[in-house]
Each structure stands twice: as C-alpha cells, then as structure tokens.
C-alpha cells in the first residue's frame, strides 16, 4: 500500500501560489513517492472513492488528450514500457547532437547508471555511461516536473526529456553523481491551501534506467490523465480533488530546496522545447542558473 505523507509547507517549499513563484507559509501537501509500478498495483488493488470522479476510466480516448491510450492501454504501457517512446528519444537525440555546448562533452562506457539511448536501441541494454562507483563525488538530485497542460504535444516533452537526460551525462562525465526524480504535482483548488504532488524515482546514483519507462514517464500524456488520476480517485484525502479538474497546475510545479538541488519546471509551451536547440537552450539555462554550468 502507498504512503500518503502530509507536511506543512515551509519557506523551502517553492512552486506555490497561482504563478507557482510563492514559497510555502503553512499550505499542506500531500505527498507520495512511488514508481510507476508501484502505483499502478495500488490503483488494480484499491477501490475508487465514493463520489470521486471517472475521468480516469471513462473518458474517451483522444490523440491530445492521452494519445489514444485508453485506460487499459494506459495500463499496459506502465507495466512493459513505451518502445516507441524510444524511437522518438533517439530521433531527437540524434537531432540534438551528442554534446552541450555549454557543459562538459561525455562518452560512453560498459556498466555504469545512465545507458546510452543509441546504443540501448541498437540492442545493448548494458551499454551505460559512466562507472557508478563515485563514492567520493559530489550528488545533486534533480526533479522534472512532468506535469502539463492538455495542450502541451508529446514531442515537446520528449525534447525536453532527451536534453535533460544529456545534460546528465554531462554532468557526471563531469564527476557529478546525479539522482532524477519526476513530480506530478498541483493545488487542489483555488483556495491554494492544499496541494497534492506525485514524486517518481527515475534513477542515477547508480541505479539503471528502463528507457521504455522512462519515456513513458517523460512523455506519454496517459500517465497522468489515466494513472495519475486513478491514483487521485482512489485516495480519500485527494478524492475531492476530482471534483476541480484533477489538480489545478500553477506555476512550474512545487520542489523543495532542502532535497533538489534543481529543478526543471513544467513546459508552459511547446515554442519553450521547439525543436533540440531550443530544448537544449532551455535545460542549459536551468543549469546555469542552479550553478551547474560552465558560466
């Protein structure tokens, strides 16, 4: 069974308030931490809430709305992957280049905690970069908000993603131990007193990532609008959060201080991840800023 944590924001709080610039000043929010595949035994093994919504089951499936999943299809793509979620990360990995211009350039090597998305599709699971024995390296934990708009197209996160995922390549060519987490989070309605915020391992520090997963969890819109919701309508405390549109999404998404060291906030546009340079650009930037470039 998943553990709901309920805390008082504090000031290291960030990412509340209707622009999502507000820090925290005694707001609850509701917090789990679990894979996907986690979640997706709670949601086959919990009942939905008497009176919360049916969103997550009964809308019909739609190309912008969840790509035409379904529930079930939802489902299915969280217990074996997104295979074609990795075409597309290598088409735009491909399309990026392999460098970042303003970070460290990396190269792969046999066994380590992040694969090499090329060579993953070329049929070489184990083929990593880097070797995870840093215990002598300095860690910085990353969070992608993977929250978004109905209007937001998988491509666009899908860009994002793939520059995230070589700016942390960089990084620990670099001697950086990296551990990235994603977070499905938002205010559950208007009063903005109480939000709810879904946080999902996705690997480093050692740990080996499933591309098929993580494609999923970058990109594909029915892990939140059919997971994500099930999950909200199956939980007492987050039920009544159905009854608002599911979470409302303010701001870039709440992360705190005390346990990020970065945060990547939620796509506003798709013009934000246009095409590889703008994607690049923009993760760049977000480095820069949290100290982790070469400016």
């Known amino acids: 069974m998943l553990q709901l944590e309920k805390k008082t924001a504090t000031e290291t709080m960030k990412g509340l308030g209707e622009r999502g610039k507000g820090k925290g000043r005694g707001e609850n929010i509701y917090t789990t931490k679990a894979t996907v595949g986690e979640m997706v035994e709670f949601i086959k093994q919990a009942p939905r809430i008497d009176g919360a919504g049916k969103s997550s089951t009964k809308d019909e499936p739609r190309k912008d709305w969840d790509d035409n999943a379904g529930y079930k299809g939802a489902i299915e793509l969280a217990e074996k992957g997104w295979p074609a979620g990795v075409k ?52 910085c934990r990353m969070v992608v908000e993977i929250g978004k708009a109905f209007h937001i197209k998988a491509a666009t996160s899908m860009r994002y993603g793939v520059a995230i995922l070589g700016a942390v390549n960089s990084l620990m060519m670099a001697g950086v131990t990296v551990v990235l987490d994603a977070n499905w989070s938002g205010a559950f309605d208007y009063d903005q007193r109480d939000y709810s915020q879904w946080l999902i391992p996705l690997g480093g520090g050692g740990q080996v990532m499933d591309l098929d ?72 930037g977000i480095l820069n800023k949290a100290g982790y470039g070469n400016e």
């Open 88 to 139: 597309k990360m290598k088409k735009f990995e491909v399309e990026a280049g392999e460098n970042f211009d303003t970070l460290p350039a990396f190269s792969y090597d046999i066994a380590g905690a992040f694969p090499s998305v090329p060579a993953y599709c070329a049929g070489d699971p184990e083929h990593m970069a880097l070797p995870v024995d840093l215990p002598n390296k300095p860690v």
């Open 213 to 284: 997963r993580l494609a999923y969890c970058l990109a594909h819109p029915a892990l939140l609008r059919r997971i994500g919701f099930s999950y909200l309508e199956r939980v007492k405390e987050l039920a009544p959060t159905t009854k608002n549109g599911y979470l409302l999404n303010f701001g870039g998404g709440l992360f705190d201080t005390e346990e990020y060291d970065v945060h990547f906030p939620r796509i506003a546009s798709d013009k934000d991840c246009k095409d590889a340079a703008a994607a690049r650009q923009l993760v760049e």
